[in-house]
């Protein structure tokens, strides 16, 4: 069964930085993009952006242009999502999703279970 | 202000149906991009429900449904369930911002 296990909570204070693992398994890492997404308290679901495992492309939404980074380790199956100059409105659950097949608008068929990040001074 | 609009909430009774509408525009739904949805239980990740407007993944219920009429679509739930209470999104892509949308989301409540 494919699974994506993700990094545990993190804390973090106005203008540091927080990078978020998402760990896969059960399937062919590199055939398959990974998104990244965040819901913030009493918020909705946003897209913040994917990346190819297969070679490394990325593309983010315009909102987090400039202030996140997504990268992959192949070697163990592995997603990075690194969010910079953190304000309070960044304190959400990050999910990592895999996506179902290629294109800009496949649906995620797998979901890793959040990782809480919570902004605070 | 999410571009695809949806209820923030609607109720049913259990065994009745509900729907939930999910509306965009010209530059997602409106030129043909496909509609997903998911399903959003307390505390948990999201669950693909419904992909490419109709087609439901191995394992979904056949209570879900979904169908696209030009710049919406609509996510049918029938024979209501206590379990089926959760939050429901829709998801698209939009030509304008150039990445993938979501709607804001709507509670249902099985009352």
């Known amino acids: 069964q494919v699974q994506l296990v993700q990094s545990g909570a993190e804390v973090k204070k106005p203008g540091a930085s927080v990078k978020v693992s998402c760990k896969a398994s059960?399937?062919?890492?590199?055939?398959?993009?990974i998104s990244w997404v965040r819901k913030a308290p009493g918020q909705g679901l946003e897209w913040m952006g994917w990346?190819?495992?297969?070679?490394?492309?990325?593309h983010s939404a315009q909102k987090f242009q400039g202030r996140v980074t997504m990268t992959t380790d192949t070697s163990t199956s592995t997603a990075y999502m690194e969010l910079r100059s953190l304000r309070s409105d960044d304190t959400a659950v990050y999910f990592c999703?895999?996506?179902?097949?290629?294109?800009?608008?496949?649906?995620?068929?797998?979901w890793g279970q959040g990782t809480l990040v919570t902004v605070s001074s | 202000q999410s571009v695809l609009t949806q209820p923030p909430s609607v109720s049913g009774a259990p065994g009745q149906r509900v729907t939930i509408s999910c509306t965009g525009s010209?530059?997602?739904?409106?030129?043909?991009?496909?509609v997903h949805w998911y399903q959003q239980l307390p505390g948990t990740a999201p669950k693909l429900l419904i992909y490419?407007?109709?087609n439901r993944p191995s394992g979904a219920s056949d209570r879900f449904s979904g169908s696209k009429s030009g710049t919406s679509a609509s996510l049918a739930i029938t024979g209501l369930q206590a379990e089926d209470e959760a939050d429901y999104y829709c998801?698209?892509?939009?030509?304008?911002?150039?990445?993938?949308?979501f709607g804001g989301g709507t509670k249902l409540t099985v009352l």
């Open positions: 059960h399937y062919t890492f590199t055939s398959y993009g």
């Open positions: 490419g407007h109709i």
């Open positions: 010209n530059s997602n739904i409106g030129a043909g991009y496909d």
């Open positions: 998801q698209s892509y939009d030509s304008s911002l150039s990445g993938v949308i």
């Open positions: 999703a895999k996506k179902q097949y290629s294109g800009n608008n496949s649906p995620f068929d797998y």
């Open positions: 990346i190819s495992p297969y070679n490394g492309n990325t």
